[in-house]
């Protein structure tokens, strides 16, 4: 999660002038000519922001980009901007303004709950010796210094932002992003801009325990019937063509690649936007141009073994494919950023790395090939990435941060917590949709690692994760808790939105989901939890939203989709009560 949100005030606002909710369903979309010939929602959201300026907190000297738009099958239009103030980006500064299908005004939801004007524009530290604290801080290579606006602890104030590249703080010498004060050369923040699915904390739980992860493969693998189509003499090149993988977790599995030549294939998918996955070769590589592109003969891809380079190669771009299509068939996205560009992946990234990333520098996947103590087998494991292509999802949305980062690594609040519970949330998603037998879906996370309690993370019961802690109920330390282990409030509450609580056996597993006051809840089933859960992450959340703030953006996206009379409206707040997160204990912005 790139550049943690350091909060005390700016909490997420949620502010409506007028209420149409339809009962629609909830579909990604794309601008739709709902209105006028040649309106443009962009232009009358950003129109409609500066007319409500007491609502939006938009002011003077704001100019407003847009990041993404989205319209509702009954026209209604949401509109994403991100923010800056007098030519100097804005931290925390985002706000969706939404729209009726006309182009009138509805409400806003923004992260900022304040003007966002710095008491002063003028530096006292030069760029120079922001780029000198920012490597020193991050013990790398600073890039240039540019003046920002950080506007996420509930001032504005004036900052510089640093790009570290060879961080020796950061796994693999990644690059991190430092923001230091302008005024004072305090570092404000200093976080990767990778997003790593094994967390500092689970590492030295695992330590403290003498335990590693040796995550179980599919064993041996069926080389029949693996023989490449018969070449034509008519053939033109490139094509498509359908060629298998022989990968380390789900066996054989049918792969769409790219025919070059009469004997020549590229692992790469032109059905899906020219998805491709290449190898790092043991560098430590942020640029997916750089790595070496995966070719065959015979368009079979692997052996089942790690020795053969392919094969894990097999597995990444089986589970990035099986997340794009969950994402579009489900909800009409079309990418990561729903822009229909592909997803790309690095596997043999760097050399004894037992990690997955996903890299919001390069926009790719990238996975290590295990670090031999803790995490023994690369880590190209289908709910892993989809919960790493997630964090992608919420990074071209909502872009949720953590509040801070301490000097381990260890990141923490509210924001950054609902980000990992959305990756778990929708990567179980994947699972489900997938459905390979050789991977059962189910709502555990992290299931294949092969770790002494069977999973990493579970959504019915999070508590019963004694690895990282999670939580199963809200509370006022949920603030400052650990993201991963603070994560299981709100994926507590969608397992309860989606299958309800109590014991009950679903493919095979058993799960017994309590509640916090002893209520029972009866879910509306995960296809209709999962929809909530999406249409509040892309119309109703922002950078700072907290559980509170997510319960709230949760009920909007029922209600334009049920109607606030519906079964899945009241099951909504039941499931949000059942974590403890009701209005009654709304936090007072200032905490």
Sequence with gaps: MRRPHIRSLAVAVTVTTAATLPAVPALAGTPAGTAAAGFSPAAAARAAAFAHSSATGVTRGDTLTTKDVL?????????????????????????????????GYLGVTRAADHAVQPATTEAELTAGQAEQKAAVAAQGDAGTAELVVDARDGRAALAYQVRVTDSRTTEAGGSRTVVVDALTGRIRSNTPDSDEFVSPALKEALRRRGESADPRADGAAD????????????ARYPSTAHGTGVSLYVGKVALTTTRTARTSYLLRDPTRW???TRDAKGRELESFGHGTKFTSTNDTWGNGAVANRATVAADAQY???????????????????????????MVHFGKKVGNAFWDSVCGCMLYGDGDGKLFKKPLVVLDVTGHELTHGVVDATADLEPTRVDDHGYQYGEPGALNESLADIFGSGVEFAAANPKNPPNYLMGEKLGLRQKFLRRLDHPSLDKLEGTIDYWSSEAYDTEVHAGSGVSSHAFYLLAEGSGRKTIGGVTYDSPTYDGSQVTGIGRAKALAVFYRALTRYMVSTTDFHDARDATLKAAADMYG??????????????????TPADTPASGR
């Design 71 to 103: 319209t509702d099958p009954d026209g209604k239009q949401h509109v994403r901007f991100v923010r800056s103030h007098q030519g100097l980006p804005v931290l925390g500064g985002d706000l969706v303004v939404h729209l009726d299908k006309r182009g």
């Design 564 to 581: 606030t009379g519906s079964v899945e409206y009241r099951t909504v707040d039941k499931a949000w009560a059942a974590v403890n997160v």
């Design 319 to 345: 589970s990035i494919t099986k997340t794009l299509d969950f994402y579009k068939k489900a909800f009409g996205r079309k990418g990561i950023k729903n822009n229909s560009t592909g997803a790309r992946a």
């Design 274 to 276: 020219d998805t491709e």
């Design 223 to 234: 080389f029949s019937g693996l023989t490449a189509a018969a070449g034509s003499a008519a």
